[in-house]
Every structure is written in C-alpha cells, then in structure tokens.
C-alpha cells in the first residue's frame, strides 16, 4: 500500500531530533553517552515515536583519519544500518539520514538503500543528504572532494528518478518505495552554495546549525528564481536547530546557552530565536543519563511542543 510523500503541513511546525550514542564525537558526546549501546540507542527512538516526534535523525562517517580522531571520535554507525534496526521497533517516528554523504555513493546504490528502508518501514525514510566535509575520507574512498558540490547537483534528481521508477537506463530495481513518488529529499548545510542547492533541486532544506532570517530569505530567493514556491505554502521543509534545552529546573550546570526553566519561557526563546518561514525544528536536551533525557523527550513534546508547533 503507497502512501503520499511527507510533507509539512501549512501552517504547523514539526519537531523531531537527532539521536545521540549513534554518533559519538569528542565535540558533542555527553559523558554518560561513552558507555552507553543499543539498549540506550532504542530506548530513545522508543520515546521519539511514543512522544509524536515527527523523526529522529543519524550521521553518516565511514572512516577518519586519526589526526582528527580527537575532537571527532571513530564511532559513527551506520545510518542505514541504524535505520532499519530502529525501525523494527517503531511504528510511526520518521526515519531521517541526517545527514547522508552522497558523493561517497553511486546514487544507485543509495536508491536501494533508501527504498528498502522505506519499504520495510511502510513509508518512514525521510532523506537528509549531504556534500560532507572531511577531505581525508573522501580520499579515503577515492572520491574527488572538490567536486562533491557538483555531485550532489547531479546526484539528487538523478536519486529522485530511481527512487520514483523501477526501470532507468534499461535497469529495474524493486522495492520501490512505499511513500509515492518517493520519500522527501532534505538537501543540508549552511553554506550559500548548499542553501541555494536545496532551493533549487530539494523537497527541503536541513541547516547544519541554528537558520537565521538571511538564509532563509536566500533559500526564497533562489526558489522564486528558478521558479518555485516563494514559501512553505507547497509543503517544502525549512529547518532551524535550536540551542540546547533542559525543561523545568536542572540539578547540575547546563551552561548559559542552554534554554531551560518553565514551558512557557522555553517556548518563548525558540520562538524568538526561529525565523519566519520556519516550519520544522531539531530539537537538543542536556541530560546526564539516558533516564533523564528520556524524561526531557516527553517533557518537551507534552509542554513546550503545544506552544511552539502553530505557525
């Protein structure tokens, strides 16, 4: 059974989150993280989809080079892997490559890799890609990194054509997706090149850290240029990460830039902090352990989700 491509619905804004312990880099991990597995990994796609998170999100690093071991770490699991492992124990919460480095893959390779994920997840795969940024590994892999930003120009509509037909160029390759034509492509990051790309030939665009009104107004720009919907009024996602959260009153030292306190003053500083336009926000908690961060997923979804998702 097909269902219809996902979309952000007008005037709402959706939230979903990037999960911790899949990715473990030096700048980001939190202490309880570096000893935490898959038990701890599940218990929080668990409380994403219990919680009505609209997805949860993975990296994507195959390997690094041990000069930046120190500050990014080695532990990146797969994210397709990853994926389909979480959603054998969801049933709702969308499935997000966040992001997915293209150019290390021919796109038909990723063609199957998402379209069995969307399949065997009944229409899940939300499909965040991106040109990626550590040279080393793209030499690693024997792939040119200057010309990964052309790649992804060719690479993305060529990905939708294989998501959205069995047969290109004389070759078939079944399943196809569930979500119909195919599921959503999120172009990522904050550079100019990579916002007017995800204008030009995305279904939407994924910063790689807070948006502010200048990118958003050239993401709108662009697709007005090229002929597209000025706004999110087609369904086409603009995102915003906002800072760190801790809802209701911490035990220990959540730094200044973490917005914490009542529901009503968080909601107040996201909203302060989210451009117009903006209908889907990345959410980030501080917590000490996977209890405490579990609790601050419901927390957030029950009381400050309400005030913040009316666009």
């Known amino acids: 059974m097909t269902r219809g ?5 007008q005037g709402r804004r959706i939230y979903g989150m990037q999960l911790p312990v899949q990715a473990q880099s030096a700048y ?10 898959p038990k701890e990994l599940g218990r929080l796609a668990k409380a994403c989809d219990d919680n009505g998170y609209a997805y949860v999100g993975v990296c994507d690093h195959v390997a690094l080079p041990e000069s930046v071991v ?7 699991a797969d994210p397709i892997a990853t994926l ?17 480095v293209l150019p290390y ?15 065997l997840s009944d229409g899940r795969a939300l499909i965040g890609i991106g040109a990626g940024h550590a040279q080393a590994e793209f030499e690693l892999l024997g792939v040119d990194f200057h010309s990964r930003g052309k790649a992804l120009d060719v690479g993305v509509p060529e ?30 990051g904050s550079s100019p090149a990579a916002i007017k790309r995800a204008a030009r030939v995305a279904d939407g665009w994924l910063p790689q850290g807070p948006s502010d ?48 306190g009542s529901a009503q003053s968080i909601a107040e500083r996201i909203l302060e902090g989210t ?14 352990s996977c209890d405490e961060l579990c609790d601050q997923i419901a927390a957030f979804a029950s009381e400050v989700a309400p005030l913040v998702t009316t666009i």
Do not use: C
């Open 5 to 9: 491509m996902f979309t952000v619905p």
């Open 70 to 76: 120190g500050g990014m770490g080695t532990h990146w």
């Open 28 to 37: 980001f991990v939190a202490d309880w993280e570096r000893t935490a597995g």
């Open 159 to 188: 990905l939708a054509k294989l998501l959205e037909n069995e047969f290109v160029d004389g070759f078939g390759a079944r399943p196809l997706p569930t979500q119909s034509p195919r599921p959503p492509i999120w172009v990522a």
């Open 105 to 119: 893959r021919s796109p038909r390779v990723a063609a199957k890799q998402f379209a069995t994920l969307d399949h």
């Open 275 to 288: 451009a117009s336009g903006v209908n889907q926000l990345q959410v980030r908690f501080k917590a000490q």
């Open 84 to 100: 389909g492992w979480i959603a054998g124990m969801t049933s709702k919460v969308g499935l997000l490559t966040h992001v997915y």
């Open 213 to 260: 009104a200048s990118m958003v107004n050239m993401l709108n720009e662009e697709r007005a240029r090229v002929g597209r919907a000025a706004s999110a009024s087609d369904g086409f996602m603009i995102g915003h990460i906002t800072p760190f959260l801790y809802v209701g009153k911490p035990s220990f030292d959540v730094g200044e830039a973490t917005l914490s």
